[in-house]
């Protein structure tokens, strides 16, 4: 089997050099950026000219970029994945985008006999690099496991949540529950350390009585310096990146839950709080 990667950002080159290592015939990945082409060209892996010619090159294609308007653009929109792609071949969703969007693009390649899944993640550039991610899939059967060994190369734990679009809803519902946990963490550790107790005890006794995870006891202490790193380009760069995509993320979340009538007000301000959450130093989002 061919397999096929698009979107080389920071988790997308991990999965697509994973695929290097998979065992199959053929691994071609593209990216505007020729900097991560190049470096994947030199471990083994083809570039493509374009989307058009990726599409034609492999028979189970995985996208990873930013928003859902670049996944419509990568897979339908002119020169796009679909334009080449062949009857048989598999689009895997890893983008975190509204399950109504993968549904859409579902509809759309079937004409074309191409199948879509959405195939979210969850475990950062830490489960690319120790192949741990977990994957929620949403999508027919026999399109799930044709994709399948190549998720496998970058994930431990597969979840078939049932049809197109149920991964995307499993990811946002994983990620709002990580959001709001980020926030509630760091108001914690706050109020601990206005009162005098130590962070790294209360840490040691969340993760004790199973409130804080281990994610959140990595990132919050985080946000108890960041006044003092306010000139730090690095660790502003780093954060806020985070923020923007906890912002994107409940964006979609509650544009989900507008749509099914639920009310998910903490989320809401968890998307509000999102700069002071992580220290940003971006008082306009504040």
Not at 225 to 232: C, F, L, N, P, Q
């Amino acid at each position: 089997m061919r397999v096929g990667f698009v979107g080389l950002g920071t988790i997308g080159a991990h999965m697509a050099r994973n695929l290097l290592d998979g065992g199959f015939e053929e691994v071609v990945v593209y990216d505007l950026r020729a900097e991560p082409c190049d470096a994947l060209a030199r471990e083994g892996a083809k570039v493509a000219g374009d989307l058009r010619e990726l599409g034609t090159r492999a028979g189970v294609i995985g996208v990873c970029v930013r928003d859902d308007a670049e996944v419509e653009a990568v897979v339908c929109g002119e020169g796009g994945l679909l334009e080449g792609a062949a009857r048989g071949t598999v689009l895997a969703i890893h983008s975190t985008v509204h399950p109504r969007t993968v549904q859409r693009l579902g509809e759309r390649a079937a004409d074309r006999g191409v199948a879509v899944i959405d195939a979210q993640i969850s475990g950062g550039v830490p489960g690319t690099q120790s192949r741990s991610l977990t994957c929620m899939v949403g999508g027919e059967q026999a399109a799930v496991d044709r994709a399948r060994p190549a998720l496998e190369t970058s994930s431990s734990t597969i979840f078939h949540c049932g049809g197109l679009g149920m991964g995307a809803i499993a990811k946002l519902c994983n990620n709002l529950l990580g959001w709001l946990g980020y926030t509630a963490g760091t108001e914690a550790l706050l109020l601990a350390r206005a009162a005098g107790l130590d962070n790294d005890v209360l840490i040691d006794v969340t993760r004790s009585t199973g409130h804080m995870t281990p994610a959140m006891a990595q990132v919050n202490p985080g946000r108890l310096t960041a006044e003092e790193h306010a000139d730090d380009a690095e660790f502003q760069r780093f954060f806020g990146h985070t923020v923007a995509l906890a912002e994107k993320d409940l964006a979609v979340t509650l544009d989900l839950a507008r749509e099914l009538g639920v009310a998910l007000p903490a989320s809401a301000l968890a998307r509000q709080l999102a700069a002071r959450t992580f220290g940003l130093a971006d008082p306009k989002r504040r």
